[in-house]
């Protein structure tokens, strides 16, 4: 990625924390951030591999599971926190909102020295509305979630602990609901998860009535964004819908993968869809301003960093048909 961003200026020098970096959002900008400052980053690491890879570019890391685990013999001098582990849960709904909510205030508890604390949280705590609805900050919140009933009810908690701790530690922060996020490491996101259903000859599941909507995010932008969100750090925290520029539905983006990869894709009307939203990205835009990659480009790269050699449509493929995208 473009690390001279002249939209973005990027910290050097600072003493950065980092939960979740094995995973898809965060690793990207741990790697960035990395290249002029001192990061760390906590988890288990159950697989060895993106540790290493981490560790090859510098950054330290230290075993800490959320589940359990105190931060006694981590450093407590980090100038910049980014929160991104989640314990999404397998159904039980006291784990969930325990795990996450007491980490989230030992973390910040420990950290409450830091310039700014930046926790990701997730589009899947508004309530639904219209499918084309353009949801902004001030939306009705709801925990309802037929794919993974745990997973908002968790992150609406988590929230709570965080408002109370910036403000009881004085601790500037940023809440940051995160949309679809995709790119080249972890699980991929939403488009490579459906991406494997369609090669393994599985329907993906849509409304009955037309498509989701959603504001996908490279995570290349995301981590363009990270300082920009640290920066607009706040006690009580600052509240952002984090997502991309374009407005894309889940059954367009799904038709562009399959037409990239010439794999079909078959969609099957159900109750039980994943269902994703549309920001109104209007806050999001003026405190970090716009994204650099488009959402076909995005998904293109994303395709090849997963499934090497897959991509077979040209990059006429990326330049074409936009009448079904929505701009905001
Ligand atoms: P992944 O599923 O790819 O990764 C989860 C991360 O959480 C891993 O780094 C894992 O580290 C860490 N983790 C899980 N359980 C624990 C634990 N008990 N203790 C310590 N670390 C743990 O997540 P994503 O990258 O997809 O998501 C990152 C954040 O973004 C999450 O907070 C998520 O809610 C949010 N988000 C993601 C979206 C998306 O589209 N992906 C959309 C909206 C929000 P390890 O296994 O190495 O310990």
């Known amino acids: 990625m473009d690390s001279t961003s002249t939209h973005t200026p990027l910290p050097t020098g600072k003493k950065i924390l980092i939960t979740g970096a094995t995973g898809l959002v965060a690793r990207t900008a741990a790697e960035t951030l990395a290249e002029h400052n001192e990061v760390w980053c906590l988890g288990r690491f159950s697989d060895p591999e993106p540790e290493r890879r981490l560790q090859d570019r510098g950054i330290r890391t230290r075993r800490w599971d959320m589940a359990g685990d105190g931060l006694d013999g981590v450093p407590d001098d980090f100038t910049h ?3 991104a582990a989640v314990e999404r849960g397998e159904g039980d709904f006291e784990e969930v909102v325990a795990v996450n909510s007491v980490a989230t205030g030992r973390l910040m508890t420990h ?16 309530a639904p509305q219209a499918l084309d609805h353009r949801y902004t900050e001030t939306d009705p919140l709801g925990t309802e979630s037929a794919f993974l009933p745990t997973y908002p009810v968790g992150k609406l908690a988590t929230e709570g602990a965080v408002r109370a701790l910036a403000v009881t530690l004085g601790l500037p922060t940023t809440i940051a609901r995160l949309n679809v996020a ?4 972890g699980h991929g996101g939403l488009p490579v ?3 494997r259903l369609m090669l ?3 329907p993906i599941a849509v409304p009955h009535d037309g498509q989701h909507y959603c504001s996908p995010i490279h995570t290349d932008d995301i981590a363009r964004h990270v300082p920009r969100l640290w920066a607009a750090a706040a006690a009580p925290a600052t509240v952002v819908n984090w997502g991309g520029d374009e407005v894309v539905g889940v059954r367009d983006l799904m038709a562009y993968v399959s037409e990239l990869t010439g794999v079909p894709v078959d969609f099957v009307p159900s109750d039980a869809t994943r269902a994703v939203v549309a920001y109104d990205g209007t806050r999001r835009r003026s405190l970090v301003g716009d994204c650099e990659r488009s959402w076909r480009d995005g998904v293109r790269q994303a395709l090849e960093a997963h499934f090497p050699g897959t991509v077979t449509a040209g990059p006429e493929a990326v330049a074409g048909s936009k009448r079904e995208v929505f701009h905001p």
Do not use: D, N
């Open 81 to 83: 926190v980014l929160h």
């Open 111 to 126: 950290c409450r020295a830091a310039e700014a604390f930046l926790f990701v949280s997730t589009s899947a705590l508004y």
């Open 182 to 185: 995709y790119g080249p490491h």
């Open 193 to 195: 998860i459906f991406h």
């Open 200 to 202: 393994a000859g599985k």
